[in-house]
């Protein structure tokens, strides 16, 4: 799977857009950008994922660039409830076969008031 | 629908003794997973199990063990904890719908081993 790069941490006021960068250069043609989140002493959730398309659902915007060497997770109108690590993961998907999630860092979003 | 539930939510648990944290899912998904997350570290995978029936081994699956009798349940057995098993477990499952494998995960067991 391939590396990706997030900032540690960023600060959001509440009602504002969060927009939450995430670098992956050494992308392959077949794997998925995914985006997940953690809210403390939660399971990860699932956000958002798309391969080369942008792509919107009920909580987040996901832009890809063409070259599909770097991607935003957009929260369109961010709320306090949204502080969260968020995590960019880049990876082949798998159909019929488990495969693991690789967590790397992620970026902690502080949403203030 | 209640996705994952997993149980216990917490234990305390001295060194030597065994134990199962238990796993269900009631979305019909064929993959299941246990995570493992350690203060400062990211999820690392110790089993999983593509279907009801098989399960295969993850990134750190020393000292767990795990069945799949069926396709809702998948218990995780620590047969003799150490303290390093001390950690938070993430059950997880995934479904294959429109090709992609979204994982969900259920709220977590902290484990202590004393």
């Known amino acids: 799977d391939a590396k990706t790069t997030q900032p540690p941490s960023m600060d959001c006021a509440e009602g504002r857009a969060a927009n939450l960068p995430c670098n992956h250069s050494?992308?392959?043609?077949?794997?998925?950008v995914y985006w997940y989140r953690q809210i403390h002493s939660q399971g990860p959730q699932y956000i958002i994922h798309?391969?080369?398309n942008n792509e919107t659902n009920e909580m987040a915007s996901l832009i890809i660039t063409e070259d599909r060497k770097s991607s935003t997770l957009i929260l369109p109108h961010a709320t306090l409830r949204d502080t969260a690590v968020y995590y960019c993961?880049?990876?082949?998907?798998?159909?019929?076969?488990?495969?693991?999630?690789?967590f790397g860092t992620g970026t902690r979003l502080q949403v203030t008031l | 629908t209640a996705g994952i539930t997993q149980a216990p939510t917490s234990q305390i648990l001295a060194a030597g003794r065994s134990m199962t944290l238990r796993c269900t899912q009631d979305?019909?998904?064929?993959?299941m997973y246990w995570y493992r997350q350690d203060l400062g570290l990211g999820l690392r995978l110790i089993h999983y199990?593509?279907?009801?029936?098989?399960?295969g081994k993850g990134e750190v699956p020393d000292g767990y063990s795990v069945s799949r009798a069926n396709t809702d349940d998948f218990p995780l057995t620590l047969a003799s904890a150490v303290p390093s098993q001390t950690s938070v477990y993430f059950c997880?499952?995934?479904?294959?719908?429109?090709?992609?494998?979204?994982?969900?995960f259920g709220p977590g067991t902290r484990l202590t081993v004393l």
């Open positions: 997880a499952s995934s479904d294959d719908h429109r090709g992609t494998d979204t994982q969900y």
């Open positions: 050494t992308i392959s043609g077949n794997e998925y």
């Open positions: 798309g391969l080369k």
């Open positions: 993961i880049v990876r082949v998907s798998f159909t019929g076969t488990a495969s693991k999630l690789t």
């Open positions: 979305m019909r998904h064929n993959a």
């Open positions: 199990s593509n279907t009801a029936g098989t399960t």
